[in-house]
């Protein structure tokens, strides 16, 4: 194993390029920043629900009354390693060298700095997103569950919560496709349920959810469209701009579009599917933006003086990027790892909705 075949690259010249590397737009990074861990465990801790315990008044002299801690509830589990890996194979070599041979027009170093650089933006962009598919789970549900449809290392047998309480998951009282479906009714009682823990300013839903929401009659009723009796039908398009400041004024939080973040799985035999992010039907109501932490932690070939022997790196973000060779075959191979979890802060004042079901939070397969 050796260094990179590619020549212009060096550790120095990789990690300039990570710094100016443009990303795709990702959700995960707002609903969940990152935070560095030295530990090889997540932890989220939320403390008991309930208002403000209130200072005592006493006479002069007398001692301050004590007062109880509040419980801190724990959900905690191991950081995952995540990772994936690229070839430039002989064929992309050989194409690499011919070209560094041609006059170095400005199409042809455009095309010599693709080959140098494709494979690093790929794993990249692939390590985080599956970041932003185990955040949107997550956010979602509040659990996260790895099969065989959805990833190729391990398989969780059982989902991994993440510790919403139990009674903060909730099931609405007549499905999205009834008639009689109630939008408002549902989150006003979202909203009472949630003023104990805080209450909620934000509702996560995704396009196609929203969509069908808007579309029920009584929100298109509620809004104030006009209702044409020979089309039998309320006549209209309400987008998010419009019932947000609808939601204002009737003092109900504000809906945050989550939109398809276009994620795709890989199998074993390379078969390509769409990966599922935010989980059609959920709405998930929070305090602010801000669900936790990506804690992430170290990574065991970060550093070490044996590997910068033998290979390039360079970090963004929590993604290590590893470059080096093989002689037979020669091949150059390109690595992106990163060791983490998406955790949510304060898992007692988040609430999640499911609009598929009026009985089962996570209806049984």
Do not use: C
Not at 45 to 62: F, K, N
Not at 66 to 87: D, F, L, P, S, Y
Request: hydrophobic residues 35%; aromatic residues 8%.
């Amino acid at each position: 194993m050796e260094r990179s075949l590619l020549k212009e690259l060096t550790d120095k010249r990789l990690g300039a390029y990570l710094k100016e590397q443009k990303t795709t737009p990702r959700y995960w990074p707002v609903l969940f920043p990152l935070d560095y861990s030295d530990e090889l465990d997540w932890k989220a801790l939320t403390a008991e629900g309930g208002g403000t315990i209130v200072a005592d008044v006493v006479s002069y002299d007398s001692s301050a009354p004590e007062k109880g801690r509040k419980t801190i509830g724990k959900a905690t589990g191991e950081i995952a390693k995540v990772t994936v890996k690229r070839t430039m194979r002989e064929r992309e070599r050989l194409q690499y060298k011919r070209l560094k041979k041609e006059t170095q027009t400005d199409e042809v170093k455009k095309k010599i700095l693709d080959l140098i650089y494709n494979d690093v933006d790929f794993v990249v962009d692939a390590v985080n997103g599956r970041t932003e598919s185990l955040s949107l789970q997550i956010a979602s549900t509040g659990r996260v569950t790895l099969n065989k449809k959805n990833n190729q290392g391990i398989i969780t047998e059982t989902d991994i919560d993440m510790g919403v309480p139990a009674e903060n998951k909730l099931t609405v009282s007549k499905l999205l496709t009834n008639a009689d479906f109630d939008f408002f009714a549902e989150v006003r009682a979202v909203q009472k349920k949630s003023k104990k823990t805080g209450k909620v300013r934000f509702m996560w839903i995704d396009e196609e959810t929203f969509d069908a929401i808007m579309d029920t009659t009584k929100v298109r009723e509620s809004f104030g469209l006009d209702y044409y009796k020979n089309k039998q039908a309320y006549e209209g398009y309400i987008d998010v701009e419009a019932i947000n400041a609808y939601m204002r004024r009737k003092r109900m939080p504000e809906i945050v579009l989550v939109e398809d973040s276009n994620l795709i799985f890989e199998d074993d035999d390379h078969v390509r599917t769409e990966l599922p992010a935010w989980e059609r039907g959920y709405i998930t109501f929070t305090i602010d933006k801000k669900f936790g932490r990506t804690q992430h932690g170290p990574i065991a070939e970060e550093d070490e003086e044996t590997v910068k022997k033998i290979a390039i790196q360079s970090k963004k973000g929590h993604v290590l990027v590893t470059k080096w060779s093989t002689l037979d075959p020669l091949h150059e191979k390109t690595k992106g790892e990163a060791h983490f979890w998406p955790v949510i802060d304060s898992p007692g004042s988040v609430y999640m909705l499911n609009t598929n079901h009026t009985t089962k939070f996570i209806p049984t397969e």
